[in-house]
């Protein structure tokens, strides 16, 4: 069974322009979060999707990112226009159930984000 | 979610075993525990959680003192491969979702 795929693996791009990061979840899980830890900090949650709706994304840090999961399938995250205190790696993580006993949650590789 | 306490780095020989402790003085009735670990350029990956009883899996053993104010990771046979940071974190599962991670344990193995 594939894992969480994100797509691209690193990403460089200059102040101001935009980046669309994408997540592909495990097949059948509902549950799809975002993450992402910028440089020397702890990983923070961003926001979490249940199916296609925002079920929580009190980590999104301002209106210059928007996440999307259309179809509840994969999830893309668009920072528009980028700073450089966005530069990190962004995590998406899925999982099959919130509460029970399969609630773990199965994280991708990360995208690196680089904003000069 | 409550706060977890874990020393900043923990050294470890191949094959031997490996106490990871976890401090949660301020840990509520519904809280588990939970553990991830994130080797080198790797994501975060789930390794064990529990409530108030003792657990075992493939990967790890976790125990939870009593009184549930803390628990220890216990890797039996450390092996280069589990060179990783170690985050313990607290967890309301019936309701939260989302997992705050704190700095963790570098755990270094060496051979």
């Known amino acids: 069974e594939a894992g969480v795929t994100q797509f691209p693996s690193h990403s460089v791009i200059e102040k101001g322009q935009t980046v669309t990061l994408r997540c592909d979840p495990i097949s059948g899980h509902d549950n799809l979060y975002w993450y992402r830890r910028v440089m020397g900090k702890e990983i923070k949650f961003l926001l979490h999707?249940?199916?296609?709706?925002?079920?929580?994304e009190s980590g999104m840090p301002n209106n210059r990112f928007l996440a999307e999961r259309t179809g509840g399938t994969y999830s893309t995250l668009k920072v528009q226009p980028a700073e450089l205190e966005d530069s990190g790696v962004y995590f998406c993580a899925s999982s099959q159930e919130v509460a029970g006993p399969r609630i773990e949650q199965f994280f991708g590789p990360g995208t690196r984000l680089t904003v000069l | 979610d409550a706060k977890t306490t874990q020393p900043n780095s923990m050294e470890s020989n191949e094959e031997e075993p490996v106490h990871l402790p976890c401090n949660h003085s301020t840990i509520s009735g519904t809280d588990y525990i939970h553990w991830y670990r994130q080797l080198p350029s790797q994501g975060p990956e789930y390794v064990i959680h529990?409530?108030?009883s003792n657990v075992n899996n493939r990967m790890a053993s976790l125990a939870i003192a009593e009184d549930r104010k803390s628990s220890t990771l216990i890797l039996h046979r450390a092996t280069l491969r589990d060179a990783a940071v170690y985050y313990c974190?607290?967890?309301?599962?019936?309701?939260?979702?989302?997992?705050?991670f704190g700095k963790g344990t570098t755990l270094s193995v060496s051979s």
């Open positions: 529990g409530l108030t």
């Open positions: 999707f249940v199916k296609e709706s925002k079920q929580d």
């Open positions: 974190i607290l967890r309301v599962v019936q309701a939260g979702t989302a997992l705050i």
